[in-house]
């Protein structure tokens, strides 16, 4: 991409409408994962270069303040704008209140004496509302997917309408196309994201560029030797998994898998973390269901399932941790994994998904079918029984992070892009 250095952008409007989105955000709850951090971590990153960030999300629990600045950066705030009922609304459903949504944010801005140079959206909904915005303003729309929805549909398979009922996978569909055809240009978290958006959905385009995530790498690290031991509680030998719990996490793949590997290497233990604090429907029947392979296959002992993860110990689960799994059938990318790896963790991670643009399968991770638990097994034996296989991927990883992907590096590829395509 060429520089403009005539170009300044000082303020940015960044979008992300569903979940719960705070400057400490409750990672686990309902439809608050890997995104919230992104944003999060972007708009933090993007100061470092002079610039304001607002995020905005919706507004629908009215104890919290309307304007949230985030500890440690005063050029960050998060600001919900209300719409629709005054209840959680999942992203599923959320599509009804988005025009109030863009209304109400758009008086806000106007209200407010706002002034933006360009407006982000997150996913799909929030996509949606950027749209409107920056149509309002006259200002340039950016979109970033994250996931979408007709690969998902196409990992998950299951009955055609029941998924349709769930998912809403048309409306999704296509207002993604609506929202690829009309912005300025987009990012993807993923080279594969993009072909599938080409062989998907029929559309390519020469503004789409390609953008991972990244990892606060200040944060997420090996452990020190000087650093403060944090208590986790956990046992002293686990495979560590993290992520929402969600029909798409494959959490019956690497409950199977689990199965055999403790039969072979009995003294490990299963640690299964994410969650929200008071989950929904969707929620309780994935973990009904994983309850229900722990007690068919009597791996109690065996297995724990410690729901959400604190930020005061989340590092230090992960340091801890003799290596770190991800079995999602669809992922578009996999936060978690990238965090693990900054910790020096070795993983093994589905090889369905972004993150197989990360990992060189044997070089600084494994990629592995999910659904093969055989497979899926002999690979974290493989490590489980190798000290010196498990502790070279987990440096490797861990360089190949920093190297890459800190929130840093990610942020000035933002910047390079913004100015690419602004007018």
């Keep these: 991409m060429k520089r403009k ?7 940015i409007c960044i979008l992300s409408t569903h979940g719960y989105v705070d400057p400490i955000p409750q990672l686990g709850r309902t439809d608050t994962g890997g995104q919230v951090v992104y944003v999060l971590q972007l708009a933090k ?9 607002d995020i905005y999300t919706r ?24 719409a629709g009922p005054e209840k959680f609304i ?38 949606i509302v950027a749209l409107d915005v920056a149509k309002a303003f006259g200002k340039p729309g950016f979109f ?28 999704r569909i296509a207002e993604e196309l609506r929202i690829f055809k009309t912005v300025k240009a987009q990012t993807v978290t993923t080279k594969l994201q993009q072909e599938k958006i080409e062989q998907l959905y029929g559309f390519t385009a020469d503004n789409i560029v390609v953008i991972s995530p990244g990892v606060d ?51 490990v233990h299963l640690v299964i973390g994410g969650g929200s604090p008071k989950p929904q429907q969707t929620e309780l ?62 993983v093994v991670a589905s090889k369905f998904g972004g993150i197989r643009t990360v990992i060189s399968s044997g070089k600084n991770g494994l990629l592995i079918d999910p659904a093969n638990k055989r497979e ?19 440096q490797k990883g861990c360089n190949t992070i920093h190297k890459y992907f800190s929130w840093e590096a990610i942020a000035e590829k933002h910047m390079l892009f913004y100015k690419e395509f602004m007018p």
């Design 5 to 11: 250095p005539e170009l300044k952008i000082k303020n």
């Design 45 to 53: 990153a993007l100061t470092k270069s002079k610039i304001k960030v």
């Design 59 to 82: 507004w629908f629990d009215f104890t919290k303040n309307q304007i949230d600045p985030v500890l440690d950066y005063p050029d960050v705030r998060v600001i919900r704008i209300p």
């Design 90 to 127: 999942c992203k599923e459903d959320i599509y009804d209140v988005l025009p109030e949504l863009a209304e109400n944010m758009i008086k806000f801005i106007k209200t407010n004496n706002l002034h933006y140079d360009l407006f982000h959206g997150h996913y799909v909904d929030a996509g």
């Design 144 to 171: 970033t997917a994250h996931s979408i929805g007709a690969w998902k549909r196409e990992k998950m398979g299951g009955d055609t309408e029941e998924m349709e009922k769930k998912y809403t996978f048309k409306h």
């Design 217 to 267: 790498i200040h944060n997420f690290h090996p452990p020190k030797p000087d650093e403060k031991k944090i208590k986790t509680g956990l046992p002293e030998k686990y495979i560590f998994c993290l992520s929402r719990i969600d029909a798409n996490k494959g959490y019956d793949f690497l409950l199977n898998a689990f199965d055999i590997i403790r039969k072979e290497i009995p003294d």
């Design 285 to 346: 029947e994935v973990l009904v269901t994983m309850k229900k392979i722990i007690h068919e296959k009597n791996m109690h002992t065996n297995v724990r399932i410690m729901g959400y993860v604190p930020d005061d110990k989340l590092v230090a689960s992960y340091q801890k941790a003799t290596l770190f799994a991800l079995p999602s059938i669809f992922e578009p990318f996999g936060m978690t994994v990238l965090e693990a790896m900054a910790c020096a963790v070795p």
């Design 376 to 394: 899926f097994a002999e690979a974290i034996i493989k490590l489980l029984k190798n000290r010196n296989l498990a502790l070279s991927l987990g």
